[in-house]
């Protein structure tokens, strides 16, 4: 059975690590930071997660994806194909986004100031927006 899942939680909290050790093996992985210098990165990704659904495909989708605005569309899209939506949530402090972003090293490490910036639009995602399931990671 198919699943969409959708990561929540500000860079640096631990999603892509996640991601890898364990649903990159049964999932598609979908994020807009495989392709950082298109444009229209939010039409092509539910262009993408589209096609997958589509397929049968089970998908993570691995952004920040901070406000219920940002999952809305994924929420829809689970819907239009019947498949359960499912958000893994990183309930993680600011401090250790912060420090684990630090760590990094080139590209991946981002300004503190759009951490913090993501952890101020940061809306727990809950089952009222259409998620069947919230799993929530803790430190
Ligand atoms: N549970 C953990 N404990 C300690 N360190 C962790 C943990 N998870 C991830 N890290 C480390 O924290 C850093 C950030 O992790 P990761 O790249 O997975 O974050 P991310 O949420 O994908 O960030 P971004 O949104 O910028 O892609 C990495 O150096 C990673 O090794
Ligand atoms: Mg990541």
Redesign the pocket.
């Known amino acids: 059975m198919p699943e969409l899942v959708v990561m929540v ?10 991601v890898e050790r364990h649903l990159a093996r049964t999932h598609a992985v979908v994020s807009k ?1 495989h392709w950082p210098n298109a444009r229209h990165r939010e039409q092509r990704q539910q262009r993408v997660v589209r096609e997958l659904l589509s397929e049968g495909r089970s998908i993570v989708v ?1 952004n ?1 994806n901070p406000s219920t605005a940002d999952r809305a569309p994924l929420v829809e899209l689970a819907r239009e194909y019947g498949v359960p939506v499912r958000a893994m949530y ?1 309930d993680v402090p600011l401090e250790t986004c912060l420090a ?2 630090a ?2 090293q080139g590209r ?1 490490r ?1 300004p503190e100031k759009a951490v913090a910036a993501t952890r101020r639009l940061l809306a727990p995602p809950s089952t009222a927006e259409g998620f069947a399931r919230v799993d929530v990671i803790g430190v």
């Open positions: 939680g500000p860079q640096g909290c631990g999603k892509t690590t996640r930071d691995d920040t990183f684990r972003n760590e990094r991946a981002v």
